[in-house]
């Protein structure tokens, strides 16, 4: 099983539209969590912590379910600029600064 | 403004020369990385310096050598460069004990040919 394993999508899904992405990880010690945007050719950019207790930023709302090892991003009210890949990030040990990172899902909001 | 910094932003080359990226970072962060994105997107940690420390050395080829002059920057030298590693690699930084949030530069493009 990989560490950190993402849907690769495309989600397509229409302006106005309600999107929510999962993420899987293996190591049940890990302790940080994150959601990075990636737009094509540019670097990731820090989204989103994911604290233990949900947390919601305007539209995205970020979960962590520790007892099933996933977390969560949902957008509401997709705009197309939000059209981009979505990287989840994982900290396996919680003692050095490694983040292990999935391979992205990706969605592309449309008119 | 305030950023990490990465030169040169691509980089072409053929195989077997010796190349250097330079990563800077002036968010007074005193953890820096550099990270692999091949071409099916796949983003992998290389290395990690704390205050100029080696941290994590992933399995790469020791032909890939990081260094860090102070904690501000870190800079990757590859020798014998081979065709694949033709990547995108991506400096980035974060403070310790603030959540481990890592901050990217813009990555270097490189190509061998």
């Known amino acids: 099983r990989k560490e950190v394993e993402q849907d690769p999508g495309p989600f397509n899904v229409p302006e106005g539209a309600t999107v929510a992405f999962n993420c899987t990880y293996s190591n049940s010690a890990s302790q940080s969590f994150f959601w990075y945007r990636q737009d094509c050719r540019k670097e990731p950019k820090l989204l989103m912590s994911v604290y233990s207790s949900g947390n919601e930023d305007g539209r995205f709302t970020a979960q962590l379910n520790r007892a099933s090892q996933y977390i969560s991003l949902l957008i509401r009210d997709s705009k197309l600029s939000d059209s981009a890949t979505y990287l989840c990030?994982?900290?396996?040990?919680?003692?050095?600064?490694?983040?292990?990172f999935g391979t992205g899902t990706r969605l592309q909001v449309t008119l | 403004d305030t950023a990490v910094s990465q030169t040169p932003k691509y980089l072409v080359t053929q195989m077997g020369n010796d190349k250097s990226i330079k990563c800077e970072q002036n968010?007074?962060?005193?953890?820096m990385y550099w990270y692999k994105q091949d071409s099916k997107k796949f983003l992998k940690i290389m290395f990690s310096y704390n205050n100029k420390e080696l941290i994590i050395n992933e399995t790469v080829p020791n032909r890939f050598s990081p260094k860090s002059p102070d904690k501000a920057h870190l800079n990757l030298h590859i020798n014998s460069l081979e065709l694949g590693d033709s990547a995108v690699y991506f400096c980035?930084?974060?403070?310790?004990?603030?959540?481990?949030?890592?901050?990217f530069g813009p990555g270097t493009r490189l190509t061998v040919t």
């Open positions: 968010l007074g962060h005193d953890t």
């Open positions: 980035a930084s974060s403070q310790r004990g603030q959540g481990y949030e890592q901050y």
């Open positions: 990030a994982v900290n396996p040990t919680g003692t050095a600064s490694k983040l292990t």
